[in-house]
Nanobody
Framework: QVQLVESGGGLVQAGDSLRLSCAAS??????LGWFRQALGKEREFVAA????????RYLDSVKGRFTISRDYAKNTAYLQMNSLKPEDTAIYYC????????????????????WGQGTQVTVSS
């Protein structure tokens, strides 16, 4: 099992920044992703990072504004969100994927095995 705890959400104005944290514990995992779910919408991929190697992927609409990173020593991942927009309002979840063979890059919610409880991000206009 992998336990994930998100923090850092809040209420901000458009153009502001927030940094979300995801503290991981338990088993080794291969990738960590951030997803979000707005009210009445499906959960969508935001960003992902290979824990070993550090390669990243992003949703097109957040490229250049959001940055996913990790701190090995703290076993923690981050999502730095700049130039926030009202459409970024959602519950943000971090998720971890077990170690599997192959080079597939996981960007779908069904690719992930463990989930945090989520943190609310609200961006006012």
């Amino acid at each position: 099992q992998v336990q994930l705890v998100e923090s850092g959400g809040g209420l901000v104005q458009a153009g502001d920044s927030l940094r979300l944290s995801c503290a991981a514990s338990g088993r080794t995992f291969s990738s960590l992703g951030w997803f979000r779910q707005a009210l009445g919408k499906e959960r969508e991929f935001v960003a992902a990072l290979r824990w070993i190697g550090g390669t990243t992927r992003y949703l097109d609409s957040v490229k250049g504004r959001f940055t996913i990173s990790r701190d090995y020593a703290k076993n923690t991942a981050y999502l730095q969100m700049n130039s926030l927009k009202p459409e970024d309002t959602a519950i943000y979840y971090c998720a971890a994927r077990r170690v599997y063979s192959g080079s597939y890059y996981p960007i779908s919610a069904r690719d992930y095995d463990y989930w945090g409880q989520g943190t609310q991000v609200t961006v006012s206009s």
